[in-house]
């Protein structure tokens, strides 16, 4: 795997999943702002590409980094330890070989671009801090699902036989960016991927809160999808249990009812 393969812009990469029926006209649309895609373009560059006849897995994982999130006791330090614990069980898994990792925060900042597992490295408490910008859950989850999307069809072009993919939103607390046209825009995007079959999408709500449940069904995750992570045991539990999803999703040929 590598990145100097010459790249297709992602807003070409939309449009064609969007030809082949992936997409559809209300999630491309809202994928093309200028806005947003121009964070999609900068989430690929520099990421690792390959071409390949194979299968490969997709894994991303966005990190909650609110302020909220460094408050309660040691909750940041258990989300350190459930995140670098789910990566240090993914290379060892079997289908460690095919997959791809991503890693970025709620607010924005990516930790690690598409690289292959192998290659991933654990995260350090000082990388790991809080952003006094809220909690964009809506805006920052169609960026990262839009590049989940369009790493899907730069792979397929490339010539991978198959690309399934498995996505973690964390978060502690209500959206901040209440806006109708993100939110319906999110849960469209999502829909298509499970329409799909090949893309899991999950939530994990971090926290004693009851909205976390409504928060994530208005976003359109299923609720077989949605972990509940109140204590350090839940937190790491959901981070295994989101490790186990993925790599049986890489196998899985039952794609019903994803």
Do not use: W
């Not at 964070?39 to 990190?63: C, I, N």
């Not at 502690?172 to 899991?200: C, S, W, Y």
């Not at 989101?242 to 039952?254: I, K, L, M, Q, R």
């Amino acid at each position: 795997m590598n990145n100097d393969l010459e790249r297709v812009d992602p807003s070409t990469l939309v449009s064609r999943s969007a030809e082949r029926g992936h997409l559809s006209a209300r999630s491309t649309a809202a994928l093309q702002r200028l806005s947003t895609m121009s964070m999609v373009r900068s989430a690929l560059e520099g990421s690792a590409s390959v071409k390949s006849a194979g299968r490969l897995l997709l894994v991303t994982m966005m990190l909650d980094d609110s302020e909220s999130m460094f408050m309660a006791p040691d909750r940041a330090r258990n989300t350190l330890a459930g995140y670098n614990g789910l990566l240090a069980s993914m290379q060892s898994s079997d289908e460690a070989k095919r997959t791809m990792l991503q890693t970025r925060f709620l607010n924005g900042r990516q930790f690690q671009k598409f690289m292959p597992l192998a290659q991933c490295r654990g995260m350090e408490s000082v990388e790991y801090f809080s952003s006094p910008n809220g909690t964009p859950l809506y805006s920052q989850s169609l960026i990262l699902l839009g590049t989940v999307m369009a790493k899907t069809e730069e792979l397929i072009e490339r010539g991978a036989k198959q690309v399934r993919s498995a996505t973690l939103i964390m978060t502690d607390g209500e959206p901040t960016d209440m806006t109708d046209d993100d939110q319906k825009a999110l849960f469209d995007l999502v829909k298509d991927m499970r329409n799909v079959g090949d893309h899991i999408v999950a939530g994990m709500g971090v926290g004693t809160s009851t909205s976390f449940t409504p928060t994530f069904r208005s976003m359109g995750i299923a609720d077989k999808y949605i972990f509940s992570a109140a204590n350090r045991d839940e937190i790491l539990k959901s981070f295994r249990m989101f490790a186990e999803v993925s790599v049986a999703h890489s196998t899985s040929t039952d794609l019903a009812s994803r």
